[in-house]
């Protein structure tokens, strides 16, 4: 589904939205959703006229198994760099458990497996990658970010949500490392000058 010239949300993943911006040397990728996905988001992109080599990095907006699942077949498929934030870049890379979840989510983890990648560029405040900028929003996860461009593009990740009809919806409390951290991060993303919010879950926002 186009969203906006250049800008994409690839039909029929699993679980978290996933997004492919073209960008000047060829694609970004944001977030893979669950494991399982490689090959379908392989297909987009030849469906949109272009070729999986083109694909030149993969934004992890975080670290949670339904974005980071499918990127370790994804990079084996087109050679793309993977970058994340630096505080949930352990995770990606199986060195740390993930933060949050308790004994439910580590059975979750157990029962669908996920192949871990070290992340080839670790992501900071203020970074700039693929023409956007990068915002540290903490509290989903500790390294939870958002991306935003001069032009009013904003990928929030689960740093902020939207609802089936385009809705913006707060970040959910339960499913937060850090609740009180994730609303003032949320409001953080709400104050930029946006045109175009690409949520990790729920309908595209046109403002």
Do not use: W
């Not at 699993?14 to 997004?19: C, D, E, Q, S």
């Not at 694609?27 to 494991?35: A, E, F, K, Q, R």
Request: with cysteine.
């Amino acid at each position: 589904m186009q969203l906006a010239d250049g800008v994409y949300k690839v039909d029929s993943v699993r679980a978290g939205n996933v997004y492919l911006v073209a960008i000047d040397d060829g694609l970004l990728l944001v977030d893979t959703g669950m494991p399982g996905n490689a090959r379908r988001i392989v297909a987009y992109i030849e469906s949109i006229g272009r070729q999986p080599a083109e694909l030149r990095c993969v934004v992890l907006t975080h670290c949670d198994i339904d974005h980071i699942g499918s990127v370790a077949r994804l990079k084996e498929l087109t050679g793309a760099r993977v970058a994340i934030h630096r505080l949930d870049g352990p995770v990606l890379a199986g060195q740390q458990r993930p933060q949050k979840g308790g004994p439910l989510m580590s059975m979750f983890g157990r029962l669908i497996r996920v192949r871990h990648v070290v992340p080839d560029l670790l992501l900071e405040e203020g970074d700039s990658i693929g023409g956007f900028q990068v915002m540290h929003v903490p509290g989903h996860t500790a390294g939870s970010l958002a991306l935003h461009r001069a032009d009013g593009v904003v990928f929030s990740g689960d740093a902020l949500l939207s609802d089936k009809q385009g809705e913006i919806r707060p970040p959910r409390a339960r499913l937060s490392l850090d609740p009180a951290q994730a609303r003032t991060s949320a409001e953080r993303i709400k104050a930029l000058p946006m045109k175009l919010l690409c949520t990790g879950h729920g309908a595209p926002v046109h403002l």
